[in-house]
C-alpha cells in the first residue's frame, strides 16, 4: 500500500471533526461562559465585598486562595479575551487539519470472501505491500490470526500506513493474518442484530480462515468492540481456536463515569424509535453520543494539532489518523439499540445478561488461553472497565502497555509497546 500527499487543489475538504458544529458550539458555550461564571463566583467569593445573587457553590480553597486579591472585573477581562484566543486557535487548527495534503492512498491486501457488505482481507499476501494473493502451499503453512474490529470503526486502523501496520507486522513475523472489514450497514445488515453479526458473519468468516489452515487452530483476536464480538465467537467456537486476545474490551460500563454510561442509555432509549425507523444509528449520531462522555476531548486535540508544524511528520501522523477517525461507518438500528441501552445503560454485559442466539456470554466460560491487553493510559476504555475480563477468563493473562486506546495500535511505541509483547504471546502458544 501507498500513500503520499497529493496536491492540496487536487482533494476535497475534509468533513472533520464530525459533529463539526457540535464541536464548535460546546467550546464555545464553555469557553464564553467563564467570565460570567467567573463574575458569579466572585460575587460569593470570602474576598468579595459584594453579595451574592443567589446559590452558588463555594469555590475549591485552594482556588480561592490563588486569586486572592485579584481584581474582578480585570480576571474577568482576562477570560473573555483567553477564550476568544482558544476559539481563534480551535478555528486554525480545525482549517489546518481539513485542508492538510496528505490523503491515504494506493490498494489493498485481496478480499477472499465476502457476504453482504461484509469481507474478509488477506494480509498474508504480503507483508511487503503485494496485493496479489499466496500461493495455496504458504498460505496454508503459517499460523493463522483472525483480526475482528469494532462494528463502527473502518477496519483499517490496524493497517493505517506501511510503517504503522499491525496486520502487516504480524504478516512480515510468519503468521497469516486475515481481517474482518465489516464495512457500512447495506440493505440486508441494516436488519442485523448482534446475534447476525457473531453467529453468522463472524462464524463464517472464521470457517473460511479454518478451510485454509486445516491444519492449524486459529487465533482470535478483537480490537475494542471486537473483543466483545470476538468474546462471543470464542464462546462458540473454541475448538477452532488456538487462542484469544482482547484489546482494549470494554466490560464493566459502569466501572468509570457510571452515570455518564446510564444518561447514554437513557438517552439511547429514548431514542430508540428514531433509530428503529431509520434502520441505523448515523455517524454522526454515534460521533454525538460518545461526545457526551467527554465533551471538550476533541477541542483539546485539536488546539494541540493547530501549534504543530504541519509539514511535519507528527502532524501527517495525526491527520493519517484523524481522517480514519471521522470515517466511521453507521451502525445498524438493532445494534445500536442494544449496546446503548443494553450495554451502558444497563451494564448487561457485566451483570451476565449480554446473550448472543440466547446463550449468555460469560467470560468465566472461555476454555482457550487468553490474553486481555489494558492499556493504562485508555481514555475511551478506561483500565478499569476492561480488568473485569482478566479478572473472569480462567488463567487469562494481562498486558498493560503504557499506551492509549489508538495510541498502543498505532503510536510511535506501538511496535515495542504492544505489537512485540502480543507476539510473544503467541509464539509461546503455538
Not at 433509530?275 to 444509528?281: D, H
Not at 502532524?315 to 480514519?324: I, K, S, T
Amino acid at each position: 500500500m501507498v500513500m503520499k500527499a497529493t496536491r492540496q487543489d487536487a482533494v476535497p475538504a475534509r468533513r472533520g471533526p464530525r459533529p463539526l458544529p457540535q464541536h464548535l458550539a460546546v467550546a464555545g458555550v464553555s469557553w464564553l461562559s467563564s467570565p460570567g461564571a467567573w463574575r458569579l463566583w466572585s460575587g460569593v467569593s470570602k474576598s468579595s465585598k459584594r453579595p451574592a445573587a443567589g446559590p452558588v457553590p463555594s469555590p475549591p480553597p485552594e482556588l480561592e486562595s490563588a486569586l486572592a486579591g485579584v481584581d474582578p472585573e480585570a480576571f474577568a477581562g482576562a477570560l473573555e479575551t483567553e477564550a476568544l484566543l482558544r476559539l481563534e486557535r480551535l478555528a486554525i487548527g480545525i482549517e489546518r487539519y481539513q485542508s492538510h495534503p496528505y490523503r491515504r492512498e494506493g490498494g489493498e491486501p485481496p478480499a477472499i470472501w465476502r457476504q453482504g457488505t461484509t469481507r474478509l482481507l488477506d494480509y498474508s499476501a504480503g507483508a511487503a505491500g503485494t496485493s496479489r494473493p499466496p500461493r495455496r502451499g504458504r498460505a496454508a503453512s503459517a499460523a493463522p490470526v483472525l483480526v475482528v474490529p469494532s462494528l463502527v470503526n473502518r477496519a483499517y486502523v490496524v493497517d493505517l500506513e506501511p510503517q504503522r501496520s499491525f496486520m502487516r507486522f504480524l504478516a512480515g513475523a510468519g503468521y497469516a493474518p486475515y481481517l474482518v472489514d465489516w464495512d457500512a450497514p447495506g440493505e440486508i445488515e441494516r436488519g442485523f442484530d448482534l446475534t447476525d453479526y457473531i453467529a453468522g458473519r463472524l462464524s463464517a468468516a472464521l470457517d473460511v480462515v479454518a478451510a485454509r489452515h486445516a491444519r492449524a487452530k486459529i487465533h482470535l483476536v478483537g480490537y475494542c468492540m471486537g473483543g466483545n464480538l470476538a468474546l462471543a465467537l470464542a464462546l462458540r467456537r473454541a475448538a477452532s481456536l488456538a487462542g484469544l486476545v482482547l484489546l482494549a474490551t470494554p466490560w464493566d460500563f459502569h466501572a468509570e463515569r457510571a452515570e455518564q454510561a446510564e444518561a447514554l442509555g437513557a438517552l439511547g432509549e429514548l431514542l430508540a424509535p428514531a433509530i428503529a425507523a431509520s434502520g441505523e444509528l448515523s455517524v454522526d449520531g454515534i460521533q454525538s453520543l460518545f461526545g457526551v462522555l467527554d465533551p471538550l476531548q476533541v477541542s483539546r486535540k485539536f488546539l494541540a494539532f493547530g501549534a504543530l508544524d504541519p509539514g511535519s511528520a507528527k502532524a501527517q501522523a495525526f491527520v493519517a489518523l484523524e481522517d480514519w477517525v471521522n470515517d466511521g461507518v453507521p451502525l445498524a438500528a438493532a445494534v445500536a439499540i442494544e449496546c446503548l441501552g443494553g450495554w451502558y445503560g444497563r451494564n448487561s454485559p457485566m451483570r451476565g445478561e449480554w446473550r448472543i442466539g440466547g446463550r449468555p456470554v460469560l467470560p468465566r466460560d472461555v476454555s482457550v488461553p487468553a490474553l486481555v491487553v489494558l492499556p493504562d493510559q485508555d481514555r475511551i476504555v478506561p483500565p478499569a472497565s476492561a480488568a473485569p475480563l482478566a479478572a473472569a477468563i480462567p488463567g487469562a493473562d494481562s498486558l498493560r502497555p503504557e499506551a492509549g486506546h489508538i495510541g498502543m495500535m498505532v503510536g510511535g511505541g506501538a511496535e515495542t509497546k504492544l505489537w512485540q509483547p502480543l507476539l510473544a504471546w503467541l509464539r509461546a502458544r503455538a
